[in-house]
């Protein structure tokens, strides 16, 4: 992003919406599987799962687009 | 001024918002009465321990990357001045955006309703605007490092060392202060030792700046502003389902809290007692939307230092612009959740949840009460489970350390480049300017957490602290406006105007604070309140500044234009921009930023 050869921010964001998307969309679909359900309001719409997923899809588009060498 | 006593701040920008707002107010005293009184809001699991520590780990990552693209001074302070429009748009606006603020705001929202967004839209978005379009040109082109490295360049060396002392002395302390306050609300948030939450958000901070310096901090604070938003995102949304939409929380709130306007910007600012706030709304534009505002964004090196990185005068000015689409859209993360704690929190009864002050809470330990200042919080509880939440407190704390890292990082440049440079070591080689520059982030670190450790003990300190700031950020700006706009303004004019102006707002602030009624005159009313006061104490201290710069400079004699080339509106040809399509001209989404401005505040008239 700089205009040379460094690795963009952007990539590094992708590393990390990655891993959290990793992580709460596996807590989700594991809390899907199992139907323990954390007690919290509006559960039922399992918000892990779809936002996991959403984490996950951005990331792992960062890391693709701004790989570094690309 | 008790209201004014109870106000904790975040970084300037935090602090500058609280100190117009006494809904932050987290009472210091009161908080730590209720954390030892009270149990922790939220407990977290080892998923929500995990997404914490997984941060710690990306930010060290990024300041270990980018500790061999900070050898020269110019890529230590300055980042290189290789940013995108974009990186250091998001940058500008991640520096302000932080934990306590978000948290205090969104209290705000839940006891003065929409009221609070005018701290988003008037009291950012012109300044911004006017930042990246007019005044950026001359920062730009003037290549300076700092604002006193302006005012040094455009009135000597005396108006600079003020600026710098100052600006140096406060951001230190303001960190501090800051600091603590953030360990405080993690304490009451979560348990959490403050030594310990001191400790390692401290000495991160310190670890990425000293290793990678401002394009550290910078490349950090976007990483922070991505993972505010998808951290405090879920709560509005989730929110907006379970109160019904917008339609919903309208007629929820009209239903159960009659009496009083939760949902008007501007019907009920005609006088100053038809609204919670006790403000007008000659206040709120001139004082809050002019005064304070402009001097915050346009003068405050925190938040302009990260737009002077950018990689060309396009980026510089674009970046501000950028970021004030985001300025505009933190309300949906913010003001919103205020709104729908008023009629989705609940007791574990069934009854309707009512938040209170920190004084009602610290009166009365044991039952069970919550302040404002846990709205965000408690929401957080409400809709998030493992994971989740631990990726909202993620977010808390991505916002304070991207407040401390602009302390420190403004800090470690002004101190290198307008104090110790001019005063101490002039003629140094560059990388003697560097390693004083990493040793100025560690050295303000290690006194953020002393300044931190004194006000835990001597917690009335904090109040001076936090006025002491507002004293400088109006007269700050006169004399900035003066000396750039017009040709006239001189050395004398600058320096009498700028001491007369601070002078004039220390005065005010002490004949209100020890004399009460004198609230009327200087807010023009007597049922003004705090927030009325500040507006109008910047306001006359801005008038001030400006008269004693005019009066002087027509006394005394000014520079040739050939000496304020570069500095000064009529005596600088800016440089011709490269023609570029509309849709990458920063005019073009200056329009469309003024059209969705003015459209939010007619919407929500």
Known sequence: MTGTREIPIWFFIGVLLSVYGVMILGYGLWELATGHVANVVLAHLHAPVWWGALMLVLGLFYLVKFRPGR | MPAARSRIGHDRGKMLAMLIAPAFSLSLPTATAAMVATTSIAHLTGLDIAVIVVYFAMVIWIGYYLKNRANTS?????AGREMTAWIAGLSFVSANLGSLELMGWAGSAYQYGILAA???????????????????????????????????????QGSSTVAAVSFAFMTILMSGVNMFSMALVMKVVLGWNITFSIVVSSLAVAAYVALGGLRSAIFNEVLQFVLIWGGALLVPILGMIDAGGWTGLKTRILHDLPGQDYLHLWRGLGHFHDNPMGVHWTGIIFGLGFAISFGYWTTDFLVVQRVLAANSLRSARMAPVIGSFFKMAVPFIVILPGLLA??????PNGSLMHLVGEDVVSAHPGMGLHSYNEVLPLMLVRYCGPGLLGLGITALIAGFMSGMAGNVSAFAAVWTYDIYQPMLRKNEPDE?????????????VVVSIGAAYLVMHAQGIMDYVQALFSFF???????????????????????????IGTVTSVGLWAWV???????????LSPDAKDMAENM?????????TVIVTLVVSLCTSGKPDSELKGLVYGATVLPKEDPVAFYKNELFWAAIAVVVFVGLNVMFW
Not at chain 2, 127 to 153: D, E, N, R
Not at chain 2, 515 to 523: E, I, T, W
Request: avoid cysteine.
């Open chain 2, 473 to 499: 950020i109006a007269p700050l700006l006169g004399a900035i406006l003066m000396g750039m706009f017009w040709k006239r303004a001189t050395k004398s004019g600058g320096f009498w105007g700028l001491l």
């Open chain 2, 536 to 544: 109008y104490r910047a306001l006359w201290s801005l008038s001030i």
């Open chain 2, 432 to 444: 003697h300017y560097v390693t004083i520059g990493r040793w100025a982030t560690v050295l303000g």
């Open chain 2, 513 to 523: 604070h020890f004399y009460p009624a004198a609230l009327r005159f200087v807010a």
């Open chain 2, 118 to 156: 005018h701290w988003y839209w008037i009291g950012a978005i012109p300044a911004m605007l006017f930042l990246g379009i007019v005044m950026m040109p001359f920062y730009y082109v003037s290549k300076t490092h700092s604002v006193p490295g302006y005012l040094k360049l455009r009135y000597g």
């Open chain 2, 342 to 347: 008023l009629v989705v929190l609940h007791n």
């Open chain 2, 74 to 78: 110019e890529e230590f302070f300055m």
